[in-house]
């Protein structure tokens, strides 16, 4: 299994944009191999959500409601990959997670990473 440690800033301004880096570590893997890459978040009192992921041919998918806003992107030279989400507002405030899957016996999830939108 790898382990997944997502890396951020915890606090950014209404409008500006939102970058969160998951970094990859552990067992050998190749970014072509089985694996999907995510990003999911949690706001308060909401349920988990998924924002989007890669899929292990490199197609990215995308939530319906965020795609115009949200980005993801891979660096396999620094086994990471990154989110992008812009013009944030309140509502994006959230704990962010990273994850990894290949199946239901080959699942790991970043610790999580708390982003608060406010001025």
């Known amino acids: 299994q790898v382990q997944l440690q997502e890396s951020g800033p915890d606090l950014v301004k209404p409008s500006h944009t939102l970058s969160l880096t998951c970094t990859i570590s552990g067992d050998s893997f190749t970014f072509t191999d089985d694996y999907h890459w995510a990003w999911l978040r949690q706001a308060p009192g909401k349920e988990l959500e998924w924002i989007g992921w890669i899929a292990p041919t490199g197609i990215i998918y995308y939530h319906p409601q965020l795609k115009i806003r949200a980005s993801i992107s891979r660096d396999a030279s620094k086994s990471l990959f990154i989110l992008t989400l812009t013009s944030v507002t309140p509502e994006d405030t959230a704990v962010y997670y990273c994850?990894?899957?290949?199946?239901?016996?080959?699942?790991?999830w970043g610790q999580g990473t708390q982003v608060t939108v406010s001025s």
């Open positions: 994850r990894g899957v290949v199946n239901a016996l080959t699942d790991s």
